[in-house]
Nanobody, 125 residues
Framework: VQLQASGGGLVQTGGSLRLSCVAS????????LGWFRQAPGREREFVAA????????RYAHSVEGRFTISKDNAENTFYLQINSLKPEDTAIYYC???????????????????WGHGTQVTVSS
């Protein structure tokens, strides 16, 4: 499966963005889809995950209530709606697919075996 992320940009504190990730190539209904982010000087961290079916969304505590992950099954595209942005949300956001191990470790980046190139989100104060 190939992943292409888009939708990042520069926004003010309190603003919103919607990130998209298009999945192409070989896909499977057992896949897990995730969003991770990496800020300068920090390790990549889990943001949100969802099953390929579009069910069972999970979130990092730091984004719960502000971010929403969803999937458009007709388009093989999944999204990350980001609201109430804060400067600490500034990072490169990556979409990823986990194709082998199921949903048990959705928050572990090492479990994901396919990654998009990332899209930059910058929040100004």
């Amino acid at each position: 499966v190939q992943l292409q992320a888009s939708g990042g940009g520069l926004v003010q504190t309190g603003g919103s963005l919607r990130l998209s990730c298009v999945a192409s190539g070989r896909t499977n209904s057992n896949y897990v889809l995730g969003w991770f982010r990496q800020a300068p000087g920090r390790e990549r961290e889990f943001v949100a995950a969802i099953k390929w079916s579009g069910r069972d969304a999970r979130y990092a505590h730091s984004v719960e209530g502000r971010f929403t992950i969803s999937k458009d099954n007709a388009e093989n595209t999944f999204y990350l709606q980001i609201n109430s942005l804060k400067p600490e949300d500034t990072a490169i956001y990556y979409c990823a697919a986990e194709t082998r191990s199921g949903f048990s470790y959705y928050y572990v980046s090492a479990q994901y075996d396919h990654w998009g190139h990332g899209t930059q989100v910058t929040v100004s104060s």
